[in-house]
């Protein structure tokens, strides 16, 4: 048991639970090493045969990663921690994504930004009815990372560049349209279904729990979605947007407006990179592209302080409206980094 989570082996299960409820289990340093650490331990383990995420609390899953540190070195002009996190928690990312035995997650409340990357990674992933998820980082200055990009990019449609650039909460019926989770389980139901997969090692009992997935609001939204951020970049997606009535555009642009534009555009550049490659090392790669520039070059510790430190929630960005960002910035945020490329294979 460390600060914040709480790894053991019980019974056929390697079990991951998140233990900072009053944070909304929001991800640390620290939590990440010790997740990546037993993964490393489990993966030629045989006496584990599953792994099971969960968390404690009703309110969130996994709320996101935790920014304040962040903020607070890149103040003082130290990116080095910020660089350091990020490359650490997308390795981590990555171990999950290819871990060799069945991983359950379970994702009550909010799931966002590094809680994505640590439930939707997982082979088997469950919502139930109060789940919320959603990758919200263009209203911080930032992309949708931890493999978000790779996530958004397989969803059906251009369901991925709405998601994406909107930061749309999806309920679970959503979820499991946009595949980012796989079974819906009531949440009285948990407690015995970790029960049955800790004493049978049996990744079947999921299925076995599973009900038909709620009504999805996207599924119906779908097609005028698909229509709507066809283009290939932020401003064809602008020029649909403000040509359509209908209720969806608007809602959308007015996320869009509330958005940093530098980020909004470079989501769209990234789900499109995704899409064309389809493995969570490039999607992985492509981001620490941006997060490593996001506090130097973007609007990464603005967005953080009117969210987050301040609270004012009138973020200043470095550029005053969507339309303003050029197509040379979105390649400049995504260049190679040279020396400094993501490593994922140590």
Same mark, same amino acid.
């Given at each position: 048991m ?9 019974? /056929? ?13 929001a ?46 070195t ?25 871990f ?35 990758m ?19 969803? +059906? !449609? ?5 998601? !994406? ?7 679970? !019926? ?12 009531? /949440?009285?139901?948990w ?35 698909d ?5 290939? !970049? ?12 209908? +209720? ?5 642009l007015?996320?869009?407006?509330r958005n ?52 004012d ?22 260049? +190679? ?10």
């Open positions: 460390g600060d914040g989570i709480h790894i053991r082996v019980q019974g /056929r299960a390697g079990r991951i639970t998140l233990a900072r409820p009053e944070a909304l289990n991800l640390s340093y620290e939590m990440c090493a010790a997740i990546e650490a037993a993964l490393d331990a489990w993966a030629a383990d045989e006496a584990v045969a599953l792994i099971v995420i969960d968390a404690e609390g009703d309110k969130a899953f996994c709320a996101g990663g935790d920014i304040a540190q962040m903020h607070a890149g103040m003082a002009g130290d990116y080095a921690y910020g660089r350091r996190f990020w490359a650490d928690e997308y390795r981590m990312n990555a171990r999950l994504f290819h060799p035995k069945p991983v359950v997650s379970l994702m009550q409340g909010f799931t966002m930004g590094g809680g994505v990357g640590l439930g939707c990674h997982a082979s088997h992933r469950v919502v139930c009815e109060t789940s919320k998820i959603a919200p980082e263009c209203g911080i200055g930032l992309v949708p990372d931890v493999g978000g990009s790779l996530l958004l990019a397989r969803a +059906p !449609g251009r369901l991925g560049e709405y998601l !994406g650039t909107t930061g749309t909460r999806m309920g679970p !019926g959503c979820a499991i349209h946009a595949e980012f989770a796989d079974y819906y389980i009531p /949440r009285e139901g407690a015995a279904l970790v029960a049955e997969l800790c004493e049978s090692g049996d990744w079947e009992a999921v299925d076995r729990a599973a009900h038909a997935a709620p009504d999805s609001p996207l599924a119906e939204a779908q097609a005028e979605i229509r709507l951020f066809a283009g290939d !970049g932020l401003r064809d997606v602008l020029n649909l947007l403000t040509r359509s009535e209908a +209720p969806i555009a608007q809602d959308a007015e996320a869009l407006q940093s534009p530098l980020s909004v555009a470079c989501t769209i550049e990234l789900v499109h990179r995704a899409r064309m490659r389809d493995t969570i090392e490039h999607a992985l790669q492509q981001e620490y592209r941006f997060t490593y520039r996001a506090m130097e070059k973007g609007d990464f510790l603005e967005g953080i302080r009117a969210a987050i430190i301040d609270k929630k009138s973020p200043r960005w470095r550029h005053a409206s969507l339309d303003a960002v050029a197509a040379t910035e979105v390649s400049g945020m995504l260049l +190679p980094l040279g020396v400094d490329e993501l490593k994922l294979d140590g």
